[in-house]
């Protein structure tokens, strides 16, 4: 019966693949539509590493996060996935509000920052998913093809231009949902990253926990190493800075000396959407036009996808059961 239904994602983000991926599995055909090309998309340039930073609300996003955590740790047997498991230190200069992240990992301990020359309000060394952004976003794109959706590059105004062609449109348009679902709840979060040449022998990655719009991460991966980061509320500008790359490049030697050796080989900006709480709902715009948004993720896309996906996949379901 759901292959009968037609479903327009709007967005190739990892919220965009991971719904289309999930609605594919309950029989649903989806075509999906983005207004930039793959590359170019806010999910392309995250680190990743699982947390959730900067998205709310706790009680859901726990929730969502775990089934993610579940589906990344099944994906970590598959060498070809782009999900690991690392060792993080985490310092936290300020308290932390997503410190109950904590209570879904497999393996952590409290660890004295000062020890470790961090004098700190808390600190910790936890084993953390980390997502290789290109191979594993390649890898679930080509998964979706694969399985029967349609991707082309276009823009809408707002979800009512795709209808009545389509039978329900899933909305995860990030921090452009502003515009798509007229939203002025949403605001950027702007994100510079520099990525490196791995220096040799670092294997655990290390954040600096701070509340403003500075922070400091060293995430190596297979083959190099991201180093982060801004998080700017309310600025939209993609354009790389330098006194931003500057400013990160100096704080990451400060934490991690051996950054000092490292090569600068690209330099990623993206808008994560900031909202005071995630927006993962069905709204009935008119009877014949449901929509289910799904955005507003903050620095945690990656860290909810699965799960969000799952409640976009049941909630379509039952839609078009009722
Ligand atoms: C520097 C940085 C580091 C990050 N690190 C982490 C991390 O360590 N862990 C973590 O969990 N998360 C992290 N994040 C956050 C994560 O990247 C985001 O939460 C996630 O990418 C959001 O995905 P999305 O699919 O909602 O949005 P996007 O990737 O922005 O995708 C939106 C899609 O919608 C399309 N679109 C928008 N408007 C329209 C329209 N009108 N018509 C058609 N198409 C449209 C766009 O073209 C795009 O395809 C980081 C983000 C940044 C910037």
Redesign the pocket.
Known sequence: MNRQKNIAV???????LTCAEKLLQRGFTVEI????DFLE???L???????P?RAYPEERVSKWAATTYDVYFRMREDPDSGVSFQKHYRFCIDPDDSSYALQIVDEWEKIDGAEHGIPCHEAFLVTLPVIEVPVFMARLREQVLENGATILI????SPTELFPRFDMVVN?????AR??ADDPEVFPIR???VRASLPEGLQASTRLYQKNDNFTLVLPRSGDVIL??TAQEGDWSREVSEQDTDTILKRCTELVPQIAECEVLETKV????GRPEIRLELELSGPDQPVIHN?G???????VAWGCADEVAELATRHFAA
């Open positions: 709007v967005g190739q983000g990892v919220m965009g539509f983005s207004k930039e998309t806010t999910s340039s995250a680190g990743a590493y699982w947390w930073h276009h823009e809408f105004g995860c348009t990030g921090v452009w515009d798509f994100g510079q990253v982060g980061g993206g808008l994560r959407a955005y993720h903050g620095g945690g896309g990656y860290t």
